[in-house]
């Protein structure tokens, strides 16, 4: 079991706001920043939200992340279909020389 | 433009070793870590390492608690080859296991941040 916990799946109707959570400890969320990937179906994962909130660029401004102390959430406004795929959290914990640590994945269906 | 290319699949039985080699191009091989995360069907994703090309002894790779004593990190900078070979395979290292490369080179603020990705590689173990 991953220690950072998300929903195994979401929903929602095209032109909807979906949120996406992901909570974890103190030692994990609380004292890292938060990173979001998408993955669609049968290809590698895109980076979509780094430190708790940055967008890197060609990102919509559609796909927002927020954090607050040991919860952090992605939050996709405007549903399109496109936007159908499984969506990770992350945190890089810097102890240790360093390591990768994933949320178990949550996969959002547009109905 | 920066890309990584995985080996093929690999069907394994069950207490083999399988290695996956990944193919970078468009930058500096030497100037960027390399990570392993793996992904089992149906699940999330699995960090397995990091390992820094530029100089792999010495401090130069991290493996995942899970897969210490299991997993070898290398390369080979004459042909921009990073390896990553898992021993003892059981049946649940059923799994697609990805290379993947950071935003920024080593000693920078995104030395760690991956950003780029290999298509994967399936292992399959079965008896």
New interface residues.
């Given amino acids: 079991q991953s220690v950072l916990t998300q929903p195994p799946s979401a929903s929602g109707t095209p032109g909807q706001r979906v949120t996406i959570s992901c909570s974890g400890s103190s030692s994990y969320i609380g004292s890292n920043y938060v990173y979001w990937y998408q993955q669609v179906p049968g290809a590698a994962p895109k980076l979509l939200i780094y430190r708790n909130n940055q967008r890197p660029s060609g990102v919509p401004d559609r796909f927002s992340g927020s954090k607050s102390g040991t919860s952090a959430s992605l939050a996709i406004s405007g549903l399109r279909s496109e936007d159908e795929a499984d969506y990770h959290c992350a945190v890089w914990d810097d102890r240790l020389s360093g390591r990768w640590v994933f949320g178990g994945g949550t996969k959002l269906t547009v109905l | 433009q920066v890309q990584l290319v995985q080996s093929g699949a690999e069907v394994k039985k069950p207490g083999a070793s399988v290695k996956v080699s990944c193919k970078a191009s468009g930058y500096t091989f030497t100037d960027y870590y390399i990570?392993w995360?793996r992904q089992a069907p149906g699940?999330?994703?699995?960090?397995m390492?990091?390992i820094n090309p530029f100089n792999p002894k010495s401090?130069g790779t991290?493996y995942?608690q899970k897969f210490r004593g299991r997993v070898t990190m290398t390369r080979d900078t004459s042909i921009s080859t990073a390896y990553m070979e898992l021993s003892t395979l059981r049946s649940d290292d059923t799994a697609v296991y990805?290379c993947?490369r950071p935003?920024g080179s080593s000693g920078s603020a995104t030395s760690?941040?991956?950003?780029y990705?290999?298509?994967?590689t399936l292992v399959t173990v079965s008896s």
């Fill in positions: 990570h995360v699940q999330g994703l699995e960090w390492g990091w401090g991290n995942a990805y993947a935003l760690y941040l991956i950003d990705w290999g298509q994967g």
